[in-house]
C-alpha cells in the first residue's frame, strides 16, 4: 500500500500533523472545534502531494478526551487516502502491546505505528501480527540527546545497530525504522544492516536534517525512505492554507529531485 502511494502520488512526502494551538496565528483557529476544521482544509489541500500523514499524540493527548476524539476524526478523514503513522512511540511487556495494538490499529484504524524497542521483541510482535499495519521501530532518532543511549556499544556493536538486526529479523514486510536525518555519517551503515526496509525519516526543516543524503540513502536499491516534514509546513508563512500547500509542493519537488521523478 506504501509503494502504492508512492507510485501514484509520484511522492515519499510525509506530513507531520503536530499542530499546537499555542503556535497557531490564524485568527479564526481557536480552538479544537476550529483547529479541526482548519486540518482537515489542510489534508484535504495537500493529500495528493502526500504519501503519508504523521500525528504525534502528545498534541492530542494533552487535551483529554476531546483531543482524542479530533485524531479519531482526522484519520476517519484520510479516510485511507494516504497513509497514517501513528507517532506514539509506544513501547511495554507484550500483554500491554497487545491492547496498544488493538488501540490504534482497531479503534482509530491508523495504518502504522511508531514503537520504542527496547524491552525487546515480545514489545514488538504484537504490532506486526497483522501484515496490512506498518510498524517504525525507533532506531537512529534525530534529538542531540540520542547520543546518550544509541551510541552505546553492545558487543561491539552500536545500540542503533542492534535495534536494525532485529528489525530484519523480525521482518513479515511490515517493519520499517525510524532513522533521523540529522545523522548522516550513520545513515550508511543502517542502510547495509537493512538494505529492503522502509525507513521513516523526521529531522528535515526545523531540524536541520540533509534532505539530499536522507532521500537518496533511504530510498538506495530495495528499501524505501518516507520523509517527514512538520513544521516546516504546517506553520509555513502565515499559515495560510496557501502558504501550508507550496510549503509541501516546494518539499515535495526537492524530495522528488532526488528520485527521479520529476520530468
Known amino acids: 500500500r506504501l509503494e502504492k502511494m508512492f507510485n501514484t502520488k509520484r511522492s515519499h512526502l510525509c506530513i507531520g500533523l503536530d499542530f499546537d494551538l499555542d503556535k497557531m496565528i490564524v485568527p479564526n483557529v481557536k480552538d479544537l472545534h476550529s483547529l479541526e476544521s482548519f486540518i482537515k482544509d489542510v489534508i484535504d489541500s495537500t493529500i495528493d502531494l502526500c504519501a503519508a500523514y504523521k500525528p504525534n499524540f502528545a498534541f492530542y493527548e494533552k487535551h483529554g478526551p476531546s483531543g482524542m476524539k479530533l485524531l479519531e476524526n482526522i484519520v476517519s478523514h484520510i479516510n485511507k487516502r494516504s497513509i497514517v503513522i501513528a507517532d506514539a512511540k509506544r513501547g ?3 500483554n500491554t502491546c497487545i491492547n496498544y495494538a488493538k488501540s490504534i490499529f482497531g479503534y482509530y484504524d491508523f495504518d502504522a505505528i511508531t514503537i520504542s524497542p527496547y524491552m525487546g521483541s515480545d514489545s514488538i510482535t504484537p504490532f506486526i501480527e497483522d501484515s496490512k499495519k506498518g510498524v517504525y521501530l525507533l532506531c537512529l532518532t534525530s534529538n542531540k540527546s540520542a547520543i546518550d543511549f544509541q551510541y552505546k556499544f553492545s558487543d561491539n556493536s ?3 545497530e542492534d535495534v536494525a538486526n532485529l528489525a530484519v529479523s523480525l521482518n513479515n514486510n511490515n517493519i520499517g525504522l525510524v532513522v533521523g536525518a540529522t545523522k548522516k555519517e550513520e545513515i550508511r551503515k543502517i542502510r547495509e544492516i537493512a538494505p ?3 525507513w521513516l ?4 526543516g526545523a531540524q536541520g536534517g540533509d534532505l539530499e543524503e536522507s532521500v537518496t540513502i533511504s530510498n538506495t536499491g530495495l528499501g524505501s525512505g518516507i520523509i517527514n516534514v512538520s513544521r516546516g509546513i504546517i506553520y509555513a508563512g502565515k499559515q495560510s492554507l496557501d502558504d501550508i500547500c507550496n510549503a509541501a509542493i516546494d518539499y515535495n519537488k526537492q524530495i522528488n ?3 527521479d521523478y520529476n520530468e
Not at 525519516?201 to 528535515?204: D, E, K, S
Open 196 to 198: 529492503s526496509l522502509t
Open 158 to 160: 552500536y545500540l542503533y
Open 201 to 204: 525519516v523526521p529531522g528535515i
Open 92 to 94: 511495554d511487556i507484550g
Open 257 to 259: 529531485q532526488f528520485l
